[in-house]
């Protein structure tokens, strides 16, 4: 039943079409940030925990692989105890996907709840980038993740890796 709830949704997602995204407000209007505005939001779930997801158009035949996309979730969580276990299960998840390689010596990072990592997605390596805030008993996850090497050039990487610090820095606020 479950399953065929999901698939309900997901169908009505894409027949609504892609919703371009830019001011987001999320737990009630606790959590805002802003994307850039070729983002789009292609699903979005409520309660808890409370699910955004944008597409980040790749133009390239990488894209027809892989789905560069980028994922807010606010999760209640109590105190600070029940943050640092979310984060400890979000980081036990990302190490069981196939192919993870933590990525090190990288300095692009904000802080500690900060992961770097690559993992195997439908064959292709995908780099990830997470970062981790605990606010008013809520644990917020931004998630990016793109294709490590895309034939869409360093351009769109940049450009990828701009919107994804934007909107970790507007997060951080």
């Known amino acids: 039943m479950k399953l065929l709830r999901h698939a ?4 009505a997602l894409l027949m609504a079409g892609p919703a371009l995204a830019s001011d987001v407000s999320m737990a009630n ?3 805002t940030f802003t994307t850039p505005a070729n983002w789009m939001g292609i699903m979005e779930t409520q309660g808890d925990p409370e699910v955004r997801v944008f597409q980040v158009p790749d133009p390239s035949p990488t894209a ?3 789905l560069a996309r980028v994922t807010v979730t606010v999760k ?3 105190d600070i105890g029940g943050y640092q276990r979310y984060v400890s299960d979000a980081n036990a998840k990302a190490q069981a996907l196939p192919g993870y390689q933590p990525i090190r010596g990288v300095s692009n990072t ?11 997605e439908s064959g292709e390596t995908i780099a990830y980038v997470e970062h981790y805030w605990f606010r008013d008993g809520r644990a917020i996850q931004l998630r990016c993740l793109r294709p490590a090497s895309t034939q869409a050039g360093a351009a769109w990487q940049a450009a990828f890796d701009k919107g994804c610090s934007d909107v970790a820095n507007s997060l951080a606020r």
């Not at 309900?8 to 169908?11: Q, V």
């Open 8 to 11: 309900a949704l997901a169908a």
């Open 29 to 31: 209007g606790a959590i």
């Open 64 to 66: 027809s692989n892989t």
């Open 76 to 78: 209640q969580v109590g």
């Open 110 to 120: 904000n802080g500690p709840n900060d992961y770097l990592y690559t993992a195997k």
